[in-house]
C-alpha cells in the first residue's frame, strides 16, 4: 500500500488529494492535509476522482473505422493515417481542440503542432463558464476568508464547495454574503444571509442596486463567480469591482481551464466551439466531448481524430481514435482558477497502449517530420 | 523484567535521526528482520515537517525514513488497517487514538489484533499542518518553511529553525488565540497509550534513551527478543523518572478535563447553531468516510429515501441522526469526521458529548475496555 499527493482534477480551485494504491491500482482517496487550498477536506467529486482510472470505456489501443466500425490498429498505422491526412487539407480547413482537462504540459505540445502546420482554428472548451481575462488582477482564494462583504454569483457550495468553506469561514468571522443566482438552491439559501433571484445577470449588473454597491465600495469586499459566463456579464462584473474597489475571483470550470489559456490556446465558449467545429473539414480534438453539446456539426466533419481517456459520445463519431493517459497516469501541471500552478503525479502506468497527450502529439509531429522541439515534460516546462 | 524501561537502539544511524533513544524504529527493524511482520506501517515525513504520510515498509532499510516524530500529521491508521492491511501481519505506531480505533475495529471483526504490533506512541496532541504553518508565521515570526524540527516539550510548541536557532511559545497561549492542538485533542484524556503493546515516548526519558512501558505480554515478548537479538539495549528508569511521567500525564489529563467542560458545556453550540451547522452540509459523506470505526459494508445513508436524489443539505435528523446512532458509542474523539468536513461543521463536538453521555450510563470506554460496546454487549 503506497499514498502519493497529487491534485484534484474535478474542478479548477486545485484541491489537494491523497492517492491510495494497492497492488498497482488506485484502490481510493486519501485526506491530503498538508494542502493549503483544502486541507484534505474534499467534495464528493474529489473523493470519486480516481473512479475515471477504471472507467469501463477506458481507451487502450488507437482505434481506425473502417466501414462503421473500429478496429485496434498500431500507434504506427493510426499515426500514419492521421499525418496523411493533415498533410492533405488546407491549414484554415483544419481546427484542434485542447482541453482545460488536461496539463499545461499537453496544451502547449497541441498549441506548438498548431503553430508549427499554420492552424489557426485551435481553441480550448469552456462550455458555460467564466472567461478568463488574463490582463485583469483577481483575488487569491485566501482572500475569501478575509472578506467582510461578499457577492456570489452562482452556486458555490454544491459546484465548488472548498470556495464554498472560504465563504463560511468568513461569514463566521462576520462576513455579509450576498448570493445571486438565476436557479434558486437550498443550500445557497441556507448560506448567505440574501438571496437575490435573477432571471438575467446583465440586468442586475447594470443596476445594481445602491445599498450593495455602498457594501462593497465601504467594505472590504469580494466577487466571486461561477454563473457567470458571457463576456457581457465578466466585463459587468469586473467593471463592478473596479467601480467599487472589490476584489475578484472568478471560478474557471476544470482543472486547468485557465493554465491551458495562460499556455496561448484561445478559450472558447459553447458557440464559438460550435463555430470553430462548423469551420473545417478536418479537426483533431484532445481530451473534450462537444458531442454533448452539439453533435450535428461533429457529423459534417470529413475527418475527425478524437484524443481521449475514454470512448466518449465525440470519440464514437471519430475516424480515428487515440488512447491517452488520464491525470493519475501522467506527471504535469494544473494551473487553478487563481493561477496558481501545481504538480500532478504519476501514480499509476496508463492502461494497454495508452499515452500522455503531449507524447502522442510529439510522436506525430515526428510522423509528419515536424520537430516541436522537446522530449520531455522537463523540455515543455522550460519553455512556458 | 519490570513494566517500566529505558530503552536505547544498538544501531547509530536509527539513534542518530530517530526521536528520544530510537526504541520505536529499533523495535521495527527487528521484527522486519526477523520477519515477524510483512511490513510496519508508519508516518514519513513528506515534502517538509508538516507533510506527514502514511507509508508501508516491508524493507527494513527504508525504516529510517519513518524516524522521528511528526507532531503535525493528524492521521489514523485504524481505516486504512481495515481498508487494505488487514491480510497482512504488521506493526504500527500508534497514537492513543489509532490504538483505540484498531481495538474497537478488532471487537467488530473488522481486524485481527494477532496480526498487529501496535508500538504506542505517548501522545500530547497534534496540530493541523496548515493551522501549524500560519501559527508559526503569526506568533513565532518566521517563514514556517524554515523550520527543520518540531517538538512538544514542557507544554511548549518549539521549533528549531534551519539556522539551528529555537523558539518556544506556550501552548496554553497558542489555544486561546485559536491556534495550537486540534479541538479533539485538547479534550482527549489517553496520552498514553497502554491500549497499545508498548507505550514509549519522552515523558520521564534521559537523554539519548525512550521511556517504554510495557502494556501487554505481547509487548514484553516484543522487548525481551530484540534485546536479546541485540537491536536495543534497556535499563532500569529511577524513580525520579516514572514520578516525572506520572506527573505529565496528570497535569495533562487534567487540562484535557477542563477542555471537555469548555467545549462541550460552557462553549458547546446551541440548538439554532447546531441548524446552521447542518444547514451547510453538502452530503459528502466525508466524515463518514473518514471515521475509522464506521464500517457498514452497506451504509443506510446511502439508501434512496436518505439520498433524496442528491439533495443537500440533508435532513440532519436522518443523515446525522443515523451516524450518530450507529458511532457515537464507540466514537474515540480522534476528530478524523471533522478534519474532513469541507464546510468546517464541528462534528466531533456533538459525538463526544454523546459518547461521554453514553460513558456516563455504561461507563464504557472506547477503544480501552475490552468489552464489547453497549449496544453490542449481550452478556
Redesign the interface.
Do not use: H, Q, V, W
Given at each position: 500500500m503506497k499514498i502519493i499527493h497529487t491534485i484534484c482534477p474535478c474542478c479548477s480551485v486545485g484541491c489537494g488529494v491523497d492517492l491510495i494504491v494497492k497492488d498497482n491500482k488506485v484502490v481510493g482517496t486519501y485526506p491530503y492535509k498538508r494542502h493549503p487550498i483544502n486541507e484534505g477536506k474534499i467534495c464528493l467529486n474529489g473523493k470519486n476522482s480516481y473512479k475515471i482510472i477504471y472507467h469501463e470505456k477506458r481507451l487502450k489501443k488507437p482505434l481506425i473505422k473502417k466501414n462503421g466500425e473500429f478496429v485496434e490498429a498500431t500507434w504506427d498505422e493510426a499515426l500514419e493515417l492521421i499525418g496523411n491526412k493533415l498533410k492533405s487539407y488546407n491549414p484554415e480547413d483544419i481546427g484542434f481542440i485542447a482541453s482545460g482537462k488536461c496539463t499545461n504540459e499537453d496544451n502547449y505540445a497541441l498549441k506548438k503542432f498548431a503553430e508549427a502546420l499554420g492552424i489557426k482554428n485551435i481553441g480550448h472548451c469552456i462550455c458555460n463558464s467564466p472567461k478568463v481575462c488574463l490582463d485583469k488582477e483577481i483575488a487569491s482564494i485566501d482572500d475569501i476568508e478575509n472578506a467582510e462583504f461578499i457577492l456570489v454569483f452562482g452556486d458555490v457550495f454544491g459546484i465548488n464547495a472548498l470556495i464554498g468553506r472560504r465563504v463560511i469561514k468568513a461569514k463566521e468571522r462576520g462576513a455579509e454574503v450576498i448570493a445571486v443566482d438565476k436557479i434558486e438552491k437550498e443550500i445557497v439559501k441556507l448560506n448567505s444571509d440574501e438571496f437575490i433571484k435573477v432571471n438575467d445577470f446583465v440586468e442586475f449588473l447594470n443596476n445594481p442596486n445602491d445599498e450593495m454597491v455602498k457594501k462593497l465600495k465601504e467594505k472590504n469586499s469580494i466577487i466571486i463567480f461561477n454563473a457567470l459566463t458571457k463576456e457581457e456579464e465578466c466585463d459587468l462584473a469586473y467593471k463592478l469591482a473596479e467601480k467599487t474597489n472589490s476584489k475578484i475571483l472568478p471560478i474557471a470550470k476544470h482543472c486547468n481551464t485557465v493554465g491551458a489559456t495562460m499556455v496561448g490556446v484561445p478559450a472558447l465558449n459553447k458557440d464559438e466551439i460550435i463555430n470553430l467545429i462548423k469551420s473545417v473539414k478536418c479537426l483533431y480534438i484532445m481530451g473534450e466531448n462537444p458531442a454533448l453539446i452539439d453533435d450535428k456539426a461533429l457529423k459534417n466533419v470529413e475527418f475527425l481524430v478524437v484524443q481521449d481517456i475514454i470512448m466518449s459520445e465525440t470519440a464514437e463519431l471519430a475516424d480515428v481514435v487515440l488512447p491517452s493517459a488520464c491525470w493519475a497516469e501522467k506527471e504535469g501541471t494544473f494551473t487553478n482558477t487563481e493561477r496558481k500552478t501545481q504538480k500532478i503525479n504519476k501514480v499509476v502506468n496508463p492502461p494497454g497502449e495508452a499515452l500522455e497527450d503531449w507524447r502522442i502529439i510529439k510522436n506525430l509531429a515526428e510522423k509528419m517530420g515536424i520537430d516541436l522541439g522537446f522530449s520531455s515534460i522537463e523540455e515543455i516546462q522550460k519553455n512556458f | 523484567m519490570d513494566k517500566y524501561l529505558l530503552v536505547q537502539a544498538t544501531d547509530e544511524e536509527i539513534l542518530k535521526n530517530a526521536e528520544c533513544g530510537g526504541a520505536v524504529t529499533a523495535l521495527f527493524k527487528y521484527l522486519l528482520d526477523k520477519k515477524l511482520v510483512d511490513g510496519v506501517l508508519a508516518l514519513k515525513k513528506?515534502?517538509?515537517i508538516?507533510?506527514?504520510?502514511?507509508?508501508?515498509i516491508t524493507d527494513s532499510n527504508e525504516l529510517i525514513k519513518t524516524a522521528g516524530s511528526l507532531h503535525c500529521?493528524?492521521?489514523n491508521f485504524g481505516k486504512?488497517i481495515k481498508?487494505?492491511?488487514a491480510d497482512k501481519r504488521i506493526a504500527v505506531s500508534v497514537k492513543p487514538c489509532d490504538a483505540m480505533a484498531i481495538r474497537e475495529l478488532a471487537k467488530l471483526k473488522q481486524v485481527n489484533l494477532d496480526n498487529i504490533y501496535m508500538i504506542g506512541l505517548n501522545c500530547g496532541g497534534t496540530i493541523?499542518?496548515?493551522t501549524a504553518?500560519k501559527m508559526i508565521e503569526l506568533f513565532y515570526e518566521v517563514d514556517p518553511k524554515d523550520v527543520v524540527k518540531e517538538e512538544i516539550d514542557k507544554g511548549k510548541f518549539i521549533i528549531e529553525l534551519k539556522n539551528g536557532e529555537h523558539k518556544a511559545i506556550k501552548i496554553d497561549e497558542l489555544e486561546e488565540k485559536g491556534y495550537g492542538r486540534r479541538k479533539n485533542c485538547q479534550r482527549c484524556e489517553l496520552k498514553i497509550p497502554r491500549n497499545a503493546d508498548l507505550a514509549c515516548g519522552n515523558w520521564g526519558a534521559e537523554e539519548g534513551w525512550t521511556f517504554v512501558e510495557i502494556c501487554s505480554e505481547k509487548g514484553r515478548e516484543l522487548i525481551e527478543n530484540a534485546e536479546r537479538e541485540g537491536y536495543i539495549k534497556i535499563k532500569e528508569p529511577s524513580k525520579k523518572n516514572i514520578e516525572i511521567r506520572e506527573k505529565i500525564e496528570k497535569i495533562m489529563i487534567k487540562l484535557a478535563k477542563s477542555f471537555q467542560k469548555k467545549h462541550l458545556e460552557e462553549e458547546y453550540p446551541s440548538i439554532e447553531k447546531w441548524y446552521e451547522y447542518w444547514?451547510?452540509c453538502?452530503?459528502?459523506?466525508?466524515c463518514r468516510?473518514?471515521c475509522p470505526i464506521c464500517f457498514c459494508k452497506e451504509c443506510r445513508l446511502e439508501a434512496d429515501y436518505i439520498d433524496e436524489n442528491g439533495?443537500?443539505?440533508p435532513d440532519p435528523i436522518m443523515f446525522q441522526g443515523i451516524r450518530l446512532s450507529h458511532i457515537s458509542q464507540s466514537c474515540i474523539n480522534c476528530g478524523q469526521c471533522e478534519?474532513?468536513?469541507?464546510?468546517?461543521i464541528p462534528l466531533s463536538y456533538i459525538f463526544h458529548r454523546m459518547q461521554l453521555k453514553l460513558r456516563n450510563i455504561y461507563g464504557y470506554i472506547p477503544g480501552v475496555d475490552n468489552k464489547m460496546p453497549p449496544l453490542f454487549d449481550f452478556e
Open positions: - | 513528506g515534502e517538509d508538516y507533510d506527514g504520510i502514511p507509508t508501508f500529521a493528524p492521521t486504512l481498508n487494505y492491511l493541523s499542518p496548515i504553518m444547514n451547510r453538502i452530503k459528502c459523506y466525508g468516510d473518514a439533495k443537500i443539505p478534519d474532513a468536513c469541507p464546510m468546517d
